[in-house]
């Protein structure tokens, strides 16, 4: 008598929705092989320091004098810059993913039990961490060049923009690379973020702009970022509206790269 054996077609979802180190590990050495894009994460927020920032070395920040112990303020437009690189660097990472699609690696993953979140998840920690080397080489910019503050405003100030920039903008750029054609989605996701860095107050106060301007940066999602990674060298203390600014923005972007990779790969 011959025994039938059932078969499940049913796939097994590993932990965590499949994600894991060697999948994070390949995106990494992927990101650290585009030599063209590194150099740009490095070079250009350190050289916007220079411009920018590097002549305002003496000028006080608050009504403290630098010899004093008071701050500089090429160190609030230091912090800037590293925020802006970050996010220039995140989303570059995040918009690689239109490249995938065009050659089709995006529906090659479809064929895997990897979960679309756990995919998002890995790029966007890929990209926070390419996105770490441009705010550390603007520090190290600045540190070389008389920037002086406390241990705690360095490192508080460093993980904000770090954690909070590269994690919300690598997820935009996600959002676009699944959004927009491969030809089309660099150039279009450089001319969003000038356009936010501006509007967000990285490149111009938003104290000094127009009464309707300060009241639309208020909802970008770079005046959060630009807010709390400034708040230890200005002391205006934890600010709960620019907190939920950023919580709010991340959410949507992820959400958003989520629903995108559903839909690029259902016909799989």
């Given amino acids: 008598m011959t025994t039938v054996t059932a078969i499940s077609l ?26 063209r894009t590194l150099a740009f994460t490095v070079v250009f927020p350190v050289a916007m320091y220079f411009m920018v920032g590097y002549p305002n070395r003496n000028t006080p920040l608050t009504g403290e004098p630098i010899s004093a112990g008071g701050l500089s303020v090429a160190a609030y437009i230091m912090v800037s810059m590293a925020v802006y690189g970050a996010m220039m660097s995140a ?11 065009s050659l089709g690696w995006s ?30 080489a603007t520090y190290l910019g600045g540190a070389l060049t008389g920037v002086h503050m406390s241990w705690s405003q360095w490192l508080v100030s ?25 030809e089309n989605a660099m150039q279009l996701t450089s001319l969003v973020i000038v356009f936010l860095a501006f509007l967000g107050g990285l490149f111009y106060p938003v104290n000094m702009m127009p009464q309707v301007l300060q009241d639309v940066a208020a909802w970008t999602p770079v005046f959060g970022i630009g807010e709390l990674s400034r708040a230890p060298l200005t002391g205006d203390g934890f600010d709960l509206g620019a907190l939920l600014n950023v919580l709010l923005w991340l959410a949507l972007f992820v959400l958003g790269t989520a629903l995108l990779f559903r839909r690029d790969t259902k016909r799989v």
Avoid: C, D
């Fill in 107 to 136: 529906r090659q993953l479809r064929l895997t039990p990897l979960n679309p979140v756990a995919a998002v998840a890995t790029k966007v920690i890929a990209g926070m961490l390419f996105g770490l080397i441009a705010i550390v």
């Fill in 158 to 182: 460093g993980l904000v923009a770090w954690l909070l920039g590269a994690a919300v903008f690598t997820a935009l750029g996600l959002m676009m690379g699944y959004l927009v054609p491969g």
């Fill in 10 to 35: 049913e796939r097994k979802v590993p932990p965590f929705g499949g994600f894991n180190m060697r999948f994070l590990a390949i995106e990494l050495k992927r990101r650290f092989r585009n030599y």
């Fill in 91 to 101: 989303t570059a990472s995040g918009a690689a993913v239109a490249v995938e699609r």
